[in-house]
C-alpha cells in the first residue's frame, strides 16, 4: 500500500490589529466601521512541502468594513454595507470592494420580511482558489438578491 508523510518543517511569527468603532448619529441611526490588518513571516526547512510566500501573500493584509444602519420607519429598519478586501496575492486574487444592502420590514414582534442584495458593484469577484492537493474549492461571488420570511416563536 503506498503511504505518505506529511512533515510541517515549518515555524511562523503571525501579527495583527482589529480596531472597531461605532456612532450613534441619531436615535435611529448608527455607522459601523472596522479594519483589521494580518501579517504573517513564516520560515520552513528543506522538508517541508510548504512555500512561505503562501503564507505570507495567501491571506489579505488588510481589511475595512462600513455599516450604516437606521429604522426608516417605525417597523422598516435598512442597512448598506461596504467591503474592502486586499489582494491575495500568492493565489492571483485582486482587491475588491463590495456593497450590500439589507432592507428589513416588521409587521409584528414576530415576523419580519427581508431582502437583501449582494456585492452589488461588479457581477462577481473572486474569494478563493481551488486546490486539488487538498481538495480546497474555489469560491466565486455572484452579484444576488434574495428574500427571506423570519418568523420568531
Request: hydrophobic share 35%.
Amino acid at each position: 500500500l503506498p503511504s505518505s508523510e506529511f512533515y510541517n518543517g515549518g515555524s511562523a511569527d503571525v501579527y495583527g490589529l482589529e480596531m472597531s468603532s461605532e456612532w450613534r448619529v441619531k436615535c435611529c441611526w448608527k455607522i459601523r466601521a472596522w479594519y483589521t490588518y494580518l501579517k504573517i513571516k513564516s520560515k520552513y526547512d528543506d522538508s517541508a512541502y510548504q512555500v512561505p510566500e503562501k503564507d505570507e501573500f495567501g491571506t489579505p493584509v488588510n481589511q475595512a468594513m462600513l455599516m450604516s444602519s437606521w429604522n426608516v420607519g417605525r417597523r422598516v429598519e435598512c442597512d448598506l454595507i461596504a467591503r474592502y478586501v486586499d489582494a491575495v496575492r500568492f493565489a492571483g486574487i485582486p482587491s475588491y470592494i463590495s456593497a450590500d444592502v439589507r432592507l428589513a420590514w416588521r409587521p409584528t414582534e414576530l415576523l419580519e420580511f427581508t431582502v437583501v442584495g449582494q456585492n452589488l458593484f461588479d457581477p462577481s469577484h473572486r474569494e478563493y482558489v481551488p486546490n486539488p492537493f487538498t481538495n480546497e474549492i474555489g469560491t466565486e461571488v455572484p452579484r444576488g438578491v434574495y428574500g427571506m420570511a423570519t418568523l420568531r416563536y
